[in-house]
């Protein structure tokens, strides 16, 4: 009885080893076929997309057509009773199907791989936002990690091991590493909501209520950088951020309108220094004339003639420099006409009173 074992499981192997051979000369016959209509495709996509995805399917498919014979094979031994509770039989099947499985996650990941990897490379740098190149790595992990969990569940399941267990495990460990990554997580989320709202994108002049303010740098996955007109480079959570009240200078529009406050001597002639302040504002290269800009008496301070200058300029990055000069500019016009500029004084009169003071000898304790 075990001779007869042996001779039919040497029968076995041997059957086996040549639908191996078969198989892998089949899968060489595939692969040379679709080399041929590789180039030929290659050659109209060029390196379009479909190039690539034909690309990363040539190995696959040479499994494909290996494991398919395989799979033939083992159904046209499980016609033979006495072979196939054989241990070879069993482990020449289960051996097909995993291999065959791992084989289609590899080709999934591979195509979820090249996929991202043409977007990045032909799409996402003409989006305005940057949320593709922060987002779509991330996304591609998870789904390779998603893809290899689910060939691993469905290999054991396949060879009868309880996979329930381990589906729940995974749970419960994602969900202690979510609880413990909790603040990382909401600083994701957060980013992912600035790059979806997009209340400043990246070169934008920002300022935050703590009092930080300068140009972003970059909106990354868990913080923001900001670089302050000190070059200082202020990194931000992503949750805070989004907590907290962002004044963007050049959002819809780089032009920003400046405040200018001018105080000028009592008995100025007021007419007259408006007309300065207007030549002023309108040679200044700074200034913009549409809209043109207003000058306006706002009020009597306690050593000066109050004015107001509102004007225009074309980037709000330059709020200081155009401060600076128009500034400058008021101040030599001012000299030249002999505008007086004041500053704080008070005048102090005392008069005189037949009051004496106490008279000596008489002073109060």
């Known amino acids: ?48 997309l479909n190039a690539r995805l034909v690309t990363i399917s040539t190995k696959p498919i040479m499994l494909l057509v290996f494991i398919l014979t395989l799979q033939v094979a083992a159904d046209r031994l499980a016609r ?62 998870i789904l390779s990690v998603v893809i290899y969990f689910m060939a691993v569940t469905i290999i054991l399941g396949h060879f009868g091991v309880e996979v329930t267990g381990l589906i729940a495990t995974a749970g419960v460990a994602s969900l ?17 909501m600035l790059l979806a709202d997009r209340p400043f994108r990246e070169g934008d002049r920002i300022e935050l209520s703590s009092g930080v303010r300068g140009d972003v740098l970059q909106i990354g996955i868990r913080s923001t950088r900001i670089m302050t007109r000190e070059n200082l480079l202020v990194v931000i959570p992503n949750m805070e951020l989004a907590n907290s009240q962002v004044i963007n200078h050049i959002f819809t529009d780089s032009r920003m309108r400046l405040r200018i406050a001018v105080g000028v001597a009592y008995g100025s002639d007021l007419h007259r220094v408006k007309a300065i302040l207007s030549d002023v504002l309108e040679k200044n290269s700074y200034v913009l004339q549409d809209p043109p800009p207003v000058v306006y008496f ?36 001012f000299d030249r006409e002999g505008i007086e500029i004041p500053f704080p004084q008070r005048d102090l009169y ?16």
């Open 176 to 192: 202690a590493i979510a609880l413990a990554a909790k603040e990382t997580l909401s600083n994701m989320l957060a980013g992912f």
């Open 298 to 333: 706002t009020d009597f301070g306690e050593s000066s003639l109050n004015l107001l200058i509102r004007c225009w300029i074309d980037d709000a990055r330059d709020r200081t420099r155009a401060t600076d000069s128009i500034n400058m500019d008021i101040n030599d016009a």
């Open 350 to 365: 005392i008069r005189s009173s037949r009051f004496r003071g106490p008279a000596s000898g008489n002073i109060p304790d």
């Open 80 to 141: 033979f009773p006495q072979w196939v509770g054989s241990p070879v039989f069993s482990w020449f099947e289960y051996a097909s199907f995993m291999v065959g499985a791992l084989a289609a996650a590899l080709w999934l990941n591979a195509v979820v791989s090249t996929i991202t990897d043409w977007y990045m490379t032909n799409i996402a740098h003409r989006t305005e936002s940057n949320m593709d190149e922060v987002f779509l790595p991330l996304i591609r992990k």
């Open 1 to 48: 009885m075990t001779l007869n074992m042996t001779q039919i499981e040497l029968e076995l192997i041997i059957i086996v080893l040549v639908h191996i051979l078969a198989a892998g000369f089949l899968a060489w016959l595939a692969s040379q076929a679709w080399s041929f209509i590789l180039g030929r495709i290659a050659k109209k996509a060029g390196r379009d």
